[in-house]
């Protein structure tokens, strides 16, 4: 297979979505399931914007974890680095919607959730082939809240650093993913401190940080070369380089918000990949960026799950040509 790009690191998993909006966990009756995770639906989008990318993680040997290696293989994803665990079975998530399509973690059914097999990503199995030609690695912080797949995390972090990749982290903080919460917050800005991009929702700005300035949250991070704070469909507050601004988001009609951050940063690397350092340099072109990160966000929204409704790269195109 090709030498991808980006490497997305983490997990990959199946959203148990409510057909039933307004309904706690216990009124719903049915769901659909669709494929998800933030690193997996990273890399999907990538792809999508004509970016090449592979997905490193861990899956059962079943069913869904079938499915999902054959999903990403039909869109286009290096699955080289793709662990399967005989044992642990391939992780479900139940995801309950507000009457505006707004959605709610809800568990894991009957499974807790250390028992899953993408915490058995094994740092010893990492495929290091995978980091000698890529330019970037994409990680979120939910691995960290298990010992071996912490370990993996560690390890690719390291991997990275030796092959000069850019280490963009996106704080994805999920409680529900931690048996011990104490624990996540040092943890987390310890990884973040391998960080060239951090990107965070207002929320988690203000939970890590005491901040949603990106440019205050820079200055906690000597190393930093961009941080960006999502603000929801109200766009997003950038600091690349030096260049500082608010992107205002774009009005559509929301179907599903699931996934529409991870379609945000697979818009932001692929200006990466195209434009390098002059995102940094050049403040038109930052801010082009977000708005183009905006949009491929915005689409997202528009229709059910994370994967099937990321916009192709002429979408966006034409989508902006209008907007």
Known sequence: ??????????????????????KELNEVTSWIAYPGGAPANVACGLIKLGISAAFIGCVGKDKPGDELVKILDKIGVNSTGIQRHTNAPTRQVYVTRSLTGERQFAGFGQIKTEDFADTRLNS???TSSLFTQAKYLVM?????AYTQSQQAIFKAIQLAKKYQLHILIDVNWRPVFWQNIE??????????????????????????????????IAQQFPKIKGILVTLGEKGCHYYLGKNQGIVAGFSVKVMDTTGAGDSFVAGFLSQCCYYEEEILNNAARAKQTIIYS???GAL??????AIAAQPSKEEVEIWLKNH
């Open 1 to 22: 297979m090709y030498n991808p790009k980006i490497l997305c690191i983490g997990e990959i998993l199946f959203d148990c979505l409510a057909d039933q909006l307004g």
């Open 183 to 216: 624990t996540a917050k040092p943890l987390i800005i310890q990884v973040l401190q391998a960080a060239d991009f951090i990107k965070c929702s207002e929320e988690e700005a203000h939970w890590l940080f005491k901040t949603e300035d990106p440019q205050e």
């Open 124 to 126: 010893q199995q990492l």
């Open 294 to 296: 905006n949009a491929v």
């Open 140 to 144: 979120g912080t939910l691995e960290l």
């Open 300 to 305: 997202t929204t528009t229709k059910p799950g």
